[in-house]
């Protein structure tokens, strides 16, 4: 596999704040792509997905942004609240069949 | 919404011994599932990827003798640690592909189950 970290990355916010997590990923044949979150202790928790065709998706206070010509990916989360606090991860595929590659994950941290 | 349901959320077991982890997709047909290893701090590595009713395959370096999975049915996958070690203790964690990805329910995950082995 590939984009397996062995660091976390941490992004501190206040509450209120915008987030954005940012993604690079590294197959240019992939063509789906998903945002997770994950709290510890559980298994990762669907929050937004995007396919190559399409360079920007919004969801109910999320919203992903595609750069295929650079293989960048992020999700912006607005008024970032306390139980948003959790690790992100971007995943790609090809096809949305084949198996999921993650990234190396995001911990955000939202400080009242 | 789809559901996968995985059972234990945690077990602590002897250094020696076997420990069976289920994934069950509780409203929905999964043709495919995956099985997932997670250190902390550290992103998921796939283990294997399982069909039912064939043999898994295994991403390089698992072995198959030591993590046995069986995906009998189109809603169970088990994965077994074989012969477990105190380098085993990890975060497992399944999922299972619906047969029409690209919706919010391609890829659904279990909780989890926290092996710890002593």
């Known amino acids: 596999g590939e984009s397996v970290g062995l660091h976390l990355p941490t992004l501190s916010v206040q509450e209120g704040d915008n987030s954005i997590i940012n993604c690079a990923y590294s197959?240019?044949?992939?063509?789906?792509f998903i945002w997770y979150k994950q709290e510890s202790g559980k298994g990762p928790q669907f929050i937004i997905d995007?396919?190559?065709?399409?360079d920007k998706r919004q969801g109910q206070r999320v919203t992903v942004l595609l750069n295929k010509t650079v293989k960048h990916l992020s999700l912006q989360i607005a008024a970032t609240q306390p139980g948003d606090s959790a690790v992100y991860f971007c995943?790609?595929?090809?096809?949305?069949?084949?198996?999921?590659?993650f990234g190396k994950g995001t911990m955000l941290l939202v400080s009242p | 919404g789809a559901v996968v349901s995985q059972h234990p959320s945690w077990v602590i077991c002897k250094s020696g011994t076997s420990v069976k982890i289920e994934c069950r997709s509780l409203d929905f047909q999964a043709t495919t599932m995956f099985w997932y290893r997670q250190f902390p701090k550290q992103s998921l590595m796939l283990m294997a990827t399982?069909?039912?009713?064939?043999?898994?395959?295994?991403e390089q370096g698992v072995e198959k003798d030591k993590f046995l999975i069986n995906h009998a049915s189109l809603t169970l996958s088990t994965l077994t640690v074989t012969s477990a070690h105190p380098e085993d203790s990890s975060f497992y964690i399944c999922?299972?592909?619906?047969?029409?990805?690209?919706?919010?329910?391609?890829?659904?995950f279990g909780s989890g189950t926290r092996l710890t082995v002593v």
């Open positions: 399982s069909n039912e009713g064939s043999k898994a395959t295994y």
């Open positions: 197959n240019s044949a992939s063509d789906y």
């Open positions: 995943a790609e595929n090809i096809g949305g069949y084949s198996t999921l590659t």
């Open positions: 995007i396919r190559s065709n399409m």
């Open positions: 999922s299972a592909s619906v047969v029409s990805p690209g919706t919010n329910y391609g890829y659904t």
